[in-house]
């Protein structure tokens, strides 16, 4: 039995609360990367197109405390989406009672409408109670209270339990589905991750093995390959018994990562050079190092026999998954691997090439071959939940047609 989306719900004449992802870089009240708010016009358009009027809400980084909330408003979103819509956006700045009451009741079919910050809810009178994080039933009973169906698009807070996502739809039983980007995030990760065309390589980065531990496991048994790059390669080095140097490694998963290794056999890709610096510095001395790192020197991204040795594992791919940088990205000095494997992917075009992860998706935009990749997934930590074989609660709240 298939998922409700959104072209299952009635919507002429409806009020159609949408969870979207407006979690988007703000500096001095301007919109720096708009890509997730372009991400969810498609869903958008469609339910003003179809007579909707669209209440959205949307969380924007982190509120622990009342001093947080003044940044953290989506009064500048507002001004953006007006923008790439063409049309009026009517910005409430309160996530609760009469004003926002009135003001979705002075709606119009077509109109559309963007709540304040969600994670405001997070604090009440000074105090951090995380009833948006925490999913409180009260808020998303009352939040669900202002609609006539909703349509969760915000595929990056599908992994968590929020009361935007999860709270509104088991609030309207047969009466939440899925946007299109939430639709096709689904699609591609689940095609890639269990029905993928062979061979199929995973490239995973980053700085820590504790992070994809999860992640690696599950692909072991669907992967051909699994590449590895990023701090986290040393912990799987000190495992093999290769000297480190200063480089980073989780001391307590080096055990873990002896049994990734016997499990893993052949497809587990390590680096075989690394440059290393001195410091932990975009300006240090560094070096091209095969084998064994020496004390004093730590290992800050992939060798260039790495670089070749891992795009002749991708070279004959037909669907690559890729989570996380080869080496320190934000530094320039340092990101030369994850640009070299962003640019090899631009190439495979007989391939299906998912990216997923900050640092991953700012290198193949830098590279200008983002329009070369099957799709670049707007929510990095959801990507590694659904890499991990984990259902979210956000898409599993949504319901049965």
Same mark, same amino acid.
């Given at each position: 039995? !298939? ?6 719900? *009635?919507? $002429? ?49 982190? &509120?622990?405390?009342? $001093? ?69 039933? $009260? ?45 096709? $995030? ?15 390589? !995973?490239?995973? /980065? ?12 599950? +692909? ?21 018994? &290769? ?8 001391? =307590? ?10 499990? !893993? ?5 390590? *680096?075989?050079?690394?440059?290393? !610096? ?13 084998? =064994? ?45 994850? +640009?070299? &494997? ?11 090439? &998912?990216? /997923? ?23 990095? /930590? ?6 991990? /074989? ?12």
């Amino acid at each position: 039995m !298939a998922k409700l989306t959104v072209e299952d719900l *009635p919507l $002429e004449g409806k009020k159609v609360l949408m969870r979207v992802d407006f979690n988007v870089p703000i500096k001095d009240g301007v919109v720096g990367d708009d890509n997730r708010i372009v991400a969810a016009l498609p869903t958008i358009k469609y339910v003003i197109d179809h007579g909707g009027r669209a209440i959205l809400f949307s969380h924007l980084g982190r &509120i622990k405390k009342e $001093e947080d909330k003044p940044g953290l408003s989506l009064r500048p979103v507002a001004e953006r989406l007006s923008n790439l819509l063409n049309k009026p956006v009517t910005f409430v700045p309160v996530t609760e009672g009469k004003q926002l009451e009135d003001a979705i009741d002075n709606m119009k079919n077509g109109d559309v409408l963007l709540v304040q910050n969600t994670r405001y809810e997070d604090v009440k009178d000074g105090e951090y109670v995380k009833r948006e994080s925490g999913n409180d039933p $009260e808020l998303g009973k009352y939040w669900a209270s202002l609609g006539d169906v909703f349509v969760n698009d915000a595929f990056g807070t599908a992994h968590r339990k929020h009361a935007s996502n999860v709270g509104i739809a088991t609030n309207m039983p047969g009466k939440a589905a899925a946007g299109y980007l939430m639709e096709k $995030e689904i699609k591609f990760l689940g095609d890639a991750v269990d029905n993928p065309e062979r061979p199929f390589v !995973a490239i995973l /980065g980053g700085a820590k093995v504790s992070d994809k531990i999860g992640v690696i496991d599950n +692909l072991l048994d669907k992967a051909d390959k699994i590449i590895i790059g990023g701090g986290m390669a040393y912990t799987f080095y000190a495992a093999k018994g &290769i000297k480190v140097g200063n480089s980073l490694v989780e001391k =307590d998963k080096i055990d873990v990562a002896k049994q990734i290794l016997d499990k !893993a056999g052949d497809k587990l890709v390590l *680096p075989i050079d690394n440059v290393v !610096a001195d410091k932990f510095n975009n300006d240090a001395d560094t070096k091209v190092v095969e084998g =064994d790192i020496d004390n004093g020197w730590m290992a800050l991204d992939i060798g260039p026999k790495s670089v070749e040795e891992f795009k002749n594992v991708l070279k004959d791919a037909k669907t690559v998954v890729w989570n996380g940088p080869m080496g320190v990205f934000e530094m320039p000095n340092f990101a030369k691997g994850t +640009l070299e &494997i962003g640019k090899f992917l631009g190439t495979l075009t007989d391939a299906t090439t &998912i990216v /997923g992860g900050g640092d991953s998706t700012a290198a193949v935009k830098e590279l200008g071959v983002a329009d070369k990749l099957t799709h670049i997934s707007t929510g990095g /930590g959801a990507s590694l939940t659904y890499l991990e /074989g984990n259902e979210f609660p956000g898409s599993a709240a949504i319901s049965y047609n």
